[in-house]
């Protein structure tokens, strides 16, 4: 069966010493238990993914919330799946809605991050979403196919099997706005239909799609209830080590 997986992201967020302490009570808080099967993954800045993995030490999965398009070279500023890999990180977030929005990242350069990631066994957390206005025109399917199919061009079965989907609609990223449990089912069957048209029905079964979009400990159960909602990729409550256990725990 495909995983329950409850990711936080911490986006630009915490001090050094502010995001150990945070690894350090998600940790703690995790040993009290979660709901069999359900695995946990944070996703601290660059800066302090070293420190983290030390501190979780394999309990808890670590992801980067983004990677470079190579693996080195002249790229002043960037930071590659390589490095990400090397500093004991599993996952990495790819075409996060903030990425795509505020840096431009095009469908094509985030293709190749996702190839990148696998090639050096990273499993990417491959978001897509639609903003407000292309929800209120109706074409929100059309645009999360479009992120997909073009995301993961070039992908063999053996290689998206590995890759774990991300919905989150931008109008409900921070928002305090959470699509309704049947928007978020709607979505999620949709995309997995998708994924069946392009691979199998055995693939599609299992893939983990997570939600994400205001997902908070008062909102979470009615979310995760649904089918084809396999957990959740957490922005702001994952800040706080027992709101995102309480998400966790949700399932
Ligand atoms: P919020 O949970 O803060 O809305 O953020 C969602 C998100 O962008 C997770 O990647």
């Known amino acids: 069966?495909?995983?329950?997986?409850?990711?936080?992201?911490?986006?630009?967020?915490?001090?050094?010493?502010?995001?150990?302490?945070?690894?350090?009570?998600?940790?703690?808080?995790?040993?009290?238990?979660?709901?069999?099967?359900?695995?946990?993954?944070?996703?601290?800045?660059?800066?302090?993914?070293?420190?983290?993995?030390?501190?979780?030490?394999?309990?808890?999965?670590?992801?980067?919330?983004?990677?470079?398009?190579?693996?080195?070279?002249?790229?002043?500023?960037?930071?590659?799946?390589k490095m990400i890999a090397s500093a004991g990180a599993e996952y990495v977030i790819i075409g996060h809605s903030e990425r795509r929005m505020f840096f431009r990242e095009s469908d094509t350069e985030l293709n190749k991050k996702v190839k990148i990631a696998l090639a050096n066994d990273l499993t990417p957390i491959f978001c897509c979403g639609e903003n407000l206005h292309e929800r209120e025109k109706g074409i929100y399917k059309e645009i999360v196919?479009?992120?997909?199919e073009l995301g993961i061009t070039?992908?063999?079965?053996?290689?998206f099997v590995k890759?774990?989907?991300?919905?989150?609609?931008v109008w409900a990223i921070g928002t305090g706005k959470t699509a309704t449990p049947g928007q978020a089912q709607e979505m999620h069957a949709f995309i997995r239909d998708l994924i069946k048209s392009l691979y199998n029905a055995e693939t599609a079964s299992m893939t983990s799609i997570l939600y994400g979009g205001s997902c908070k400990p008062s909102n979470a159960r009615e979310?995760?209830?649904?089918?084809?909602?396999?957990g959740g990729l957490i922005g702001g409550a994952s800040l706080n080590a027992g709101d995102f256990l309480a998400i966790a725990r949700s399932f």
């Open 1 to 81: 069966m495909r995983r329950k997986i409850v990711a936080g992201n911490w986006k630009m967020n915490t001090s050094l010493s502010e995001g150990l302490k945070l690894a350090e009570e998600v940790k703690n808080d995790a040993e009290k238990g979660i709901p069999e099967g359900v695995s946990l993954v944070v996703a601290p800045p660059f800066t302090h993914l070293a420190g983290v993995k030390e501190i979780l030490a394999g309990s808890i999965g670590l992801s980067a919330q983004n990677c470079a398009t190579d693996d080195s070279g002249a790229f002043t500023g960037e930071v590659s799946a």
């Open 145 to 148: 196919r479009n992120q997909i």
């Open 154 to 159: 070039g992908l063999t079965e053996d290689d």
């Open 163 to 169: 890759v774990i989907i991300a919905y989150e609609p």
């Open 223 to 230: 979310i995760f209830e649904n089918s084809d909602v396999d």
